[in-house]
């Protein structure tokens, strides 16, 4: 039987996740190996140093830098306040005298005699790494952060925008088939996560923005409405830091396609439970797929690690991933060995596979996932 290796999207009702949690900088580890940890406890800090802001000091005062320089009432290494006179020049024998004051606060890290300039570096901003989801530290990485580990169900969507948050899932669509409309969302919905099936209108997108709710999982959504909701077109690059007040994670793609029917089984059987979702989305080198984790009570003796299995084989379930049959989902019935000329020109490998629709296509390998349970 031929096999080929594909990426695969997970979703598992039970397997061993494990995440990094660094630091942008090297900073300060706050937990050890071994440790207890929920999704909000902070587990590593730093110090992001400011920007140096530049005080003219010289042309403020219309002095040659020399005598700017010995007008300065700071030195190297002070710390300054805004509104604070940062050199004083007197004329006409004292009788006349000019201040030159920063707008800024901050330290002092450089004196140019050359210029008569004086460098700021603003004040640092603290950042804060948490561990995202409930679990157990499994490895401490020296002072870059650590690894978290948990046993979890695991969905990956195909696409999502907004950075991590946690709430309650909640299911209130009683099928895939269900759209989520503005009707269903109340304001008890608050802080949740909302898991809806065939797809989300923009109306009830931005309702649940208003109301607070943190995360809205559905099968797929219309792009206009997903601009509609951002403000602006999505790039190319890597999505996640939107600022925007709901993550919205899309589990089938764009259009009007129904959620598959494991996917909505799994989510709505974690109706109730606390879940760490994330939008994040990178589909080229480096392939970050959004998620939502729900770490469960206990982990069974048969789970041993995280699901690795990427492997394609005849019987294997996928989702088509480019057009025209994105999102599509299917079953490998064969996998050719020769290579086949495409629409595109491009001479590759190919697999055939059944779609859920009950029709047959043949497309390149390259342009489908292994959906992983």
Do not use: W
């Amino acid at each position: 039987m031929g096999t080929a290796y594909t990426p695969g999207l997970t979703i598992s009702p039970g397997t061993m996740i494990t995440k990094q949690r660094r630091l942008p900088l090297k900073g300060q580890v706050l937990v050890n190996v071994g440790d207890r940890v929920a999704a909000d406890t902070v587990v590593a800090r730093t110090d992001i140093p400011g920007v140096i802001q530049t005080i003219k000091v010289a042309e403020h005062l219309g002095l040659e830098p020399p005598e700017a320089i010995a007008a300065l009432t700071i030195r190297e290494g002070d710390k300054v306040e805004s509104g604070q006179a940062v050199a004083v020049s007197k004329s006409f024998f004292g009788l006349f005298k000019s201040e030159c004051k920063t707008t800024f606060g901050g330290t002092v890290e450089l004196i140019s005699h050359a210029t008569g300039h004086v460098g700021v570096r603003m004040k640092s901003s603290p950042v804060e790494v948490a561990a995202y989801v409930d679990g157990t530290i499994a490895e401490v990485l020296g002072n870059d952060g650590v690894v978290v580990q948990t046993y979890g169900a695991l969905v990956q969507g195909i696409f999502g925008v907004g950075g991590e948050r946690t709430g309650r899932i909640t299911v209130p669509g009683k099928s895939p088939n269900d759209a989520l409309t503005e009707e269903m969302i109340r304001s008890e919905h608050a802080g949740q996560i909302l898991v809806g099936g065939a797809g989300v209108t923009l109306g009830a997108i931005k309702k649940a923005a208003s109301i607070g709710v943190n995360g809205i999982v559905v099968g797929a959504i219309v792009d206009t409405d997903l601009i509609g909701y951002l403000g602006h077109d999505i790039g190319v690059a890597i999505t996640g830091h939107e600022d925007i007040p709901t993550t919205l994670i899309l589990t089938e793609g764009f259009g009007d396609i129904r959620m598959a029917d494991r996917t909505f089984e799994l989510l709505k059987s974690l109706d109730g439970r606390v879940a760490s979702i994330n939008g994040a989305t990178q589909i080229r080198a480096g392939v970050i797929r959004p998620e939502v984790i729900a770490p469960l009570d206990s982990v069974p003796i048969s789970a041993a690690g995280a699901s690795g299995g990427q492997t394609l084989e005849i019987g294997t379930s996928i989702r088509i991933i480019r057009e025209p049959y994105f999102g599509a989902l299917g079953t490998v019935t064969a996998l050719p060995h020769e290579l086949v000329e495409v629409e595109s020109g491009a001479v590759v490998r190919i697999l055939e596979a059944k779609l859920a629709d009950g029709g047959m296509v043949a497309v390149p390998r390259a342009n489908v996932e292994i959906i992983e349970g």
